[in-house]
């Protein structure tokens, strides 16, 4: 992945905390025409295959002006709709502390810019799209946005601890590619795969990965892929469970089991495994414009 947008220390015109001045006005017409694009490409594509606190959240992403959003507009919109989040913009990716830091007290940071429009399909990495459609409708669920600042807190006693990467396969299976079961029905509610139709569809109707109840040590002791899709995809029964768990578990103990052990690969059967053997969605004939993206 050719990743940009990672610093060690706040560049030029970044605060101490990461945070920045978004300077809308600066957004040129190009990347609002992105910007309309990837929105009406995406939410379009996921109405059969989306949570549906996320399709009901992205009323948020529409009441204000099309294109690259506005975030004081937009916090306007959202603070109260959530209980207080609001939007933070920050260079690219941030050091966890910070990260963890804005998570605790309900801000949700979001890269300030926009992918170019020949990765339209496929951003090389995390963009202000895949931050803000991927993640800010979720914040409407009260659970999934409590379960972020528990994350958030999780991740401050994680940093002392020297556990940060453990913790963060489970920001990874879950607020980036977790699936949730609604009414016997297998939905996304991952922002990776929200933001990438070609995913969801996989995740969600493809015999060929490997879906798992969610188990916070498994997670924590499974390897990832940054630039393919995932071998393995982790299901919550419910939002107020995946809160439960983050609340009842001993992480610090967790952390002790598996400092020494071996991480086991993403494709790789573990004892103890709890497989989702439910149905898989359907494949729906989607938008013509988002078939060659499924074919990818």
Known sequence: MAAKHIFDTPPAGVAADWTMDQNWRAFTPAQH???????????????????????????ILR?????VPDFAALNRILKPATGGWEIVAVPGWIPNRPFFEHLTNKRFPAANFVRPPDQIGYSEEPDMFHDIFGHVPMLTNPAF??????????????????AADFLGRLWLYTVEFGLVVEAGELRAFGGGLLS?????????????????WLDIERVMRTQYHFDEFQRV?????????????????????????IADQAAIAPEDAFPGDRAYEGPLQPVRAGPAFMKEAARR
């Open 233 to 257: 995809y982790f299901v919550v029964e419910s939002f107020e469970a995946l809160l439960r768990a983050t609340e009842e578990t001993d992480f610090a103990g967790i952390y002790a089991r």
């Open 33 to 59: 025409a992105t910007w309309r694009t990837l929105f009406d490409q995406q939410s379009a594509a996921l109405g059969g295959y989306a949570c549906r606190d996320f399709l009901r959240g992205l009323d």
């Open 196 to 212: 990438s139709y070609a995913e969801a569809l996989r995740s969600l109707t493809s015999a060929e990965p490997r879906r798992i």
């Open 145 to 162: 946005s409590e379960f972020l600042v528990a994350y958030g807190q999780a991740g401050l006693r994680a940093e002392a601890m020297g």
């Open 63 to 67: 009441a204000v002006e099309p294109g």
